[in-house]
């Protein structure tokens, strides 16, 4: 796992790049000129001034259509910030001729968002591949382009919402400390704010000020569209000539914003007191702007300290046990930046120690400086993750847009650029100019009589930078394959090796010759696993932690050189394993991940480390209400006895578990248990066929388990309905979880029946729980639901529900909960929503198929469940033929509103609940 962050990351695929006049551009619509083209990538211009980039991909079956607005947070005045992030809200309320975009979007199915950050504003809706589909989400992007109401009733019933969403961040201390950490670095710029803004500017917002700032810069020029996919560009082109060439080109001049923070003159220091299950030391230091050349060397060097495991403070801090988990963040913004750094650490641990560790390697980079080695890794992961940019429509649209808030789209290949052709010898100029006591913000004060202050950042000319940009190779375009699970059935080929495992072979073009491997194993019964779990759940974590031929790092370092993204993990009866890599490289792939998998040298520090990270999650993990809430109706909906491979530990439990197992326990269980008799590998992308069927059958073909097999069932709860409440003093955000266990299958006749009901129960935006408790009584940030069922037994089958809150709105909640459950069932469900629930089913499963992962995925489960992809055919054919009547009869025969049981965690003696239901502050 890697936990090196950056924002403006060269993740592209370089292709040539032609500057093209208005007169030698073929024909195009009226009020529309060619700007520049990258291979596959062409930049549109309209007459008002909106930038147009389009990407067709005829291999994607799917289309995302991202709406950017160069507007964020820096751009918020005194006593208004925050309204950046409130527009954001209220664009998905009601426009002009939408009653509720969001509702809209959720009907039909389509996957949408919104993220507000420092210096822009991006929507996205991911849809499959059609054009009466785009057609429709351009017309709803050019109406909230300048057509939203941003009423005073949406801003009132929203504003519980953001509220709780502000309160969600609060449970963070990190999250906390980072937001305080840049308020105290950023003395002028607005860096230095929360783009959710202050309680008081967010509460206080004034209606006439929020429309004025949507009018000001909701506006076709200052933004960009981004269309990439499966689309017709000449369609998609006309489209967007029609709807948003009829928006005027606004009379206001947009000022840029001049505010420069000045160099920092001293250390600064921080520090939080608040309760948690964990300590953590931060620097935070102030850099160049996304834009400098320098930038690449900020990345490099934080690939050099963060690097999982191979970084220096990973093995000055993690490997030696002082620390739990250390990240670091390179924040490249439009002015300049900050680069700050993340030490997790247990209670006990030694702060003090930790600390002086940090600084002396962060800021003794000028006299240990970046090695060729460092720089050649740091490299190579860039390269890696850039190949793999177009393979995400939305990460594509993401980030072509985020580098047009810079100045210039292309930027994203230029920086790449520049980093691949960094030297050491500025890498480590860059380190000694600007990693300096003076340039840094602690948890703590630390005085200094001469400060060594950095030099001073500089904007850059992008135009000057951009004017003879070249760009490089593109890469291979994958095939148009329809991904229906009638076209995935049809070309999969099913082979069961001589172990017993069982293969299944999707082979198609994919960009890029992309390839994804997904492996499940299971093994061992339900008396044989019996008090087997300490060890059975440590095994697949130690597993690439060393081998008989590599060591962690050279496991690390093996997988980037063959551009694999590669990962394992296991519990007490079974594992699953997966790869992503390009088709050149499967055949290392598929070797390098028989070696973790078959010769683990469990080496005894790795296991020590593993003890003290799980060990550290746990302990921060008992104090998180979520976590909490969760764990306490796991284990009352299934009281299994102790030794039970099923049975669910408390955190106290599995805590003195990780502690007492030894390394000789661990090796036990995989020698016993481990092998490939029983299983499913599904390989979906570019890769021949007969060559893969070969070497998993000498891989894999003859490795068995010791123990016999039987899939250990799960049990139908049988627990009487309760409320559970936990107490988690001074965390702002609570949790509420409930659930009605339900004696069901997914082979049921009722099942496609209850199916699209838990659609319109809690998933979406237009689901029951939404409208009323987020949008109506304004409760919750985040609130769903649904209806799951096991394709094995009855045991698992429930209508699940929940919702984050403040701990004051607790008894309104509960009531909200109880309310819309008896009309559930005594209304049921009306036509409207029968018909949108169906076109949402049918549209996310259409995008589910679009993606390979997901595609090798559900090849494993059908097989593992004895099926074939016949089941989701009829599935889907049962689905759509449902009438009203069959739904509502589901529903009334099936979910018993007084079989609830809830589990609660919260700050609820803080609170002033008053108890109608199920208000009682105390555990149950």
């Known amino acids: 796992m890697f936990k090196l962050k950056t924002t403006l990351c060269a993740l592209a695929i370089v292709g040539v790049m032609t500057l093209v006049s208005a007169a030698a551009a073929q024909a195009l619509p009226d009020k529309v000129s060619k700007v520049a083209e990258v291979q596959g990538i062409t930049e549109y211009r309209l007459a008002n001034g909106l930038q147009v980039l389009l990407f067709p991909d005829s291999s994607k079956p799917t289309l995302t259509v991202s709406t950017s607005y160069r507007v964020g947070s820096r751009m918020e005045g005194y006593g208004e910030t925050g309204m950046a992030h409130l527009l954001e809200h209220l664009t998905f309320k009601g426009t002009k001729n939408i009653v509720n975009v969001g509702q809209e979007l959720s009907k039909r199915g389509i996957g949408f968002n919104g993220q507000t950050g420092p210096d822009d504003t991006k929507y996205f809706e991911t849809f499959p591949a059609t054009a009466d589909t785009l057609d429709w989400v351009l017309g709803v992007e050019a109406e909230r382009m300048t057509a939203a109401n941003i009423a005073k009733s949406d801003l009132d019933s929203e504003m519980t919402v953001v509220r709780n969403e502000m309160e969600s961040g609060e449970n963070s201390p990190a999250r906390i400390l980072s937001e305080k950490m840049a308020a105290a670095a950023y003395q002028w710029h607005s ?59 606004p009379a206001r001049v947009l000022e840029p914003t001049h505010t420069t923070e000045p160099v920092q003159e001293g250390e600064r220091m921080v520090t939080l007191r608040r309760p948690g299950g964990e300590q953590w030391v931060a620097l935070l230091y102030h850099i160049v702007a996304g834009t400098s050349p320098d930038a690449p060397a900020f990345d490099a060097i934080a690939s050099a300290l963060g690097d999982d495991p191979n970084g220096r403070l990973y093995k000055r801090l993690i490997e030696t046990r002082k620390a739990q988990e250390n990240y670091v963040t390179t924040r490249l913004l439009v002015d300049p930046g900050y680069l700050q750094i993340e030490v997790k650490l247990k209670p006990t641990d030694n702060i003090e120690e930790v600390k002086k560790i940090l600084l002396d390697t962060v800021e003794g980079l000028a006299r240990e400086p970046i090695t060729e080695e460092e720089l050649k890794r740091a490299k190579l992961k860039n390269k890696n993750g850039f190949e793999r940019f177009f393979d995400n429509p939305q990460s594509f649209a993401f980030g072509v847009a985020n580098a047009a808030t810079f100045g210039d789209w292309r930027l994203i290949f230029a920086q790449y650029e520049h980093m691949q052709n960094l030297q050491l010898a500025d890498v480590n100029r860059v380190a000694a100019q600007w990693f ?52 995935i059935e049809a070309r999969t080929e099913r082979v069961t090796l001589p172990s017993g495992l069982k293969l299944m072979l999707l082979p198609k073009k994919t960009r890029g010759e992309t390839v994804v491997v997904d492996l499940q194993m299971h093994f061992g019964n339900e008396e044989n696993l019996r008090g087997q779990r300490p060890a059975g759940e440590l095994v697949g974590q130690m597993l690439d932690r060393g081998t008989t031929r590599h060591t962690r790092k050279q496991l690390s370092d093996a997988s980037d050189a063959i551009q694999t993204n590669l990962g394992v993990q296991g519990w007490i009866s079974g594992a699953k394993a997966g790869l992503q890599t390009k088709r050149e490289h499967l055949s290392a792939a598929l070797n390098l991940l028989a070696e973790i998998l078959r010769e683990p040298s469990f080496p005894p ?119 559970l409440v936990a107490e988690t003093p001074d965390k702002q955000n609570a949790i509420a979880i409930g659930s009605i266990p339900l004696a069901l299958r997914d082979s049921d006749p009722d099942f496609p029946a209850l199916g699209v009901a838990g659609h319109v129960w809690g998933a979406g935006f237009d689901s029951r729980l939404n409208k009323r408790i987020r949008q109506k009584d304004g409760l919750s940030y985040g609130v769903g639901g649904g209806i799951s069922a096991s394709g094995f ?65 559900l090849l494993v489960d059908r097989t593992l469940q004895n099926r074939t992809l016949a089941y989701d055919i009829d599935l889907a054919s049962k689905t759509d033929a ?32 008053k108890p109608p239901m199920l208000c009682t502050p105390k555990s149950g």
Not at 882 to 905: C, F, G, H, M, Y
């Open 436 to 487: 300096k006591p003076s340039n840094r913000t602690l948890g703590m004060f630390i005085p200094t009589d001469h400060p060594d202050r950095v030099p001073a950042a500089v904007k850059t000319d992008v135009a000057a930078m951009m004017k003879d940009f070249k760009a490089g190779e593109a890469i291979a375009a994958g095939e148009d394959f329809v991904a229906t699970p009638e076209n």
């Open 605 to 723: 520090d790795e296991f020590a480390q593993l003890k003290n990270e799980v060990a550290g999650g746990l302990e921060s993990s008992a104090k998180e209400p979520q976590l909490i809430a969760d764990v306490a109706l796991h284990r009352y909906l299934h009281a299994y006895a102790y030794d039970d491979p099923r049975y669910s530990t408390s955190f106290d439990e599995h805590l003195k578990e990780v502690n007492a197992v030894k390394l000789d326990d661990v090796k036990r269980f995989y020698q016993k248990y481990w092998g490939m008799d029983h299983g499913e590998i599904a390989v979906v992308g570019d890769f021949d066929a007969q060559a893969v069927k070969a070497q998993l059958t000498a891989l894999f073909g003859s490795w068995k388990s010791s123990m016999p097999y039987q899939r250990v069932p799960g049990v139908l709860s049988t627990a009487a309905p309760k409320v």
């Open 882 to 913: 449902l009438t009203l009547e069959q739904v509502n009869a589901a529903i009334r025969k099936w979910i018993k509103p007084d079989a609830a049981i809830w589990s609660l965690a919260g700050d609820f003696a803080k609170a002033d609940c």
């Open 793 to 857: 037994e009855e045991a698992d089958g429930q209508l699940g529900m929940g919702a984050i809150y403040a701990p004051q709105n607790r008894a309104k909640l509960e009531a909200a909960f109880a309310d819309e459950l008896q009309r559930f069932v005594h209304d049921g469900i009306s036509a409207e929503e029968l018909a949108s629930a169906k076109q949402a089913i049918a549209t996310q499963r259409n995008t589910m198929y679009a993606a390979d992962g997901a595609e090798a995925n």
């Open 191 to 249: 860096y230095g704010k929360s783009t959710i803004g202050a309680r008081s500017d967010v509460e206080n917002v004034n209606i006439a000020h929020l429309q004025n700032f949507y009018r000001k810069y909701y506006q076709p020029d200052n933004a960009t569209l981004v269309v990439a996919g499966k689309f017709d560009p000449a369609h998609a082109l006309a489209v967007i000539a029609h709807d948003f060439g009829s928006l005027p080109k």
